[in-house]
């Protein structure tokens, strides 16, 4: 429940303090110190889970949790102008929010949600069942080999989003978007990946295609940018996180199914045919949203 709220509310306070003109680039350095911090987080995650323990590893979540409280109380209300946090038009400060509506009236919004739904739906999966493959088969150790794919999918996180930031400013998000579809794709693709070995350059290509890459940035900047003026960008946003979150929700359950029945192997077929099946509708719908 928390991680959910989490990114409306942090695109709105960014929006809030830097306002539309700044947002993106605000936006991708929020991303880039963000990957940074799960990467250092993983790495203590597995250090510490492989000399003491998986309890050490529960404790110093905790532990970063109480940090992050200290951090967002430093945040001075003050600073966060309500007005254009809300995604309302900053030069008048009399407009009001478009009723609530233009949530299914925005064809951006629709076709953004079912691109994404139907691509976590395969994706959301993908990487725990390539790790679940190669622990299971007595081919790497749980703590270290977990903490391992993280570090190295953050770590190109931190470079993809610095990147995805600047292409917006001179192209749009769409163009981001397709990207990640695609390189992800390209990942699931490689010979050998359910193997141990073969994670990290799936790892290494999951962290520059999935929402905590290139569509950190592209996903709350196109929600943004195309409902900008409107007053309901936080809950279109909230919108987008909510479908998204129905697929991968799902993507388990089917990976979990198609495996216990046909095998690994198979399943990343299933889970990387969605995926290029998002991709496909992300082209075809894509006049209502490459403006964006």
């Given amino acids: 429940m928390a991680g959910a709220a989490i990114v409306p509310a942090v695109t709105g306070i960014t929006r809030g303090m830097v306002g539309q003109k700044g947002f993106n680039r605000q936006n991708g350095r929020n991303q880039a110190f963000k990957r940074s911090g799960n990467m250092i987080g993983a790495a203590a995650s597995g250090l510490l889970g492989w000399k003491l323990g998986y309890f050490s590893v529960f404790a110093l979540s905790a532990l970063f949790g109480a940090i992050t ?31 609530l509506t ?37 081919k790497a150790n749980g703590p270290s080999f977990v903490a391992t794919t993280i570090v190295i999918a953050q770590g190109v996180m931190v470079v993809a989003s610095i990147v995805a930031m600047r292409i917006a400013e001179k192209r749009n998000y769409w163009l981001i978007l397709l990207v990640s579809f695609l390189v992800l794709r390209c990942g699931e693709s490689l010979p050998g990946s359910s193997m ?19 569509q950190s940035v592209a996903v709350p900047g196109m929600a943004t940018r195309s409902l900008y003026g409107t007053g309901r960008v936080n809950l279109a946003q909230g919108a987008v996180i909510t479908v998204q979150g129905v697929g991968a929700a799902f993507s388990p359950a089917l990976g979990g199914w198609v495996a216990h029945w046909i095998g690994y192997s198979s399943t990343f077929l299933v889970l990387g045919g969605l995926g290029l099946l998002a991709t496909l509708v992300l082209v075809a719908l894509g006049a209502a949203v490459k403006q964006y």
């Fill in 69 to 99: 409280v200290a951090c967002v109380l430093l945040i001075r209300p003050g600073s966060i102008n309500d007005h254009a946090a809300r995604g309302n038009n900053e030069d008048d400060p009399k407009s009001q929010p478009s009723g």
């Fill in 102 to 138: 233009v949530l299914l009236r925005h064809k951006p919004l629709l076709v953004l949600g079912l691109a994404l739904a139907v691509f976590q739906l395969g994706n959301a999966a993908i990487i725990p069942f390539y790790g679940i493959s190669a622990v299971s088969n007595g």
């Fill in 196 to 214: 141990a070995g073969g994670v990290v350059p799936v790892e290494v290509l999951d962290g520059i295609g999935i929402g905590t890459g290139l």
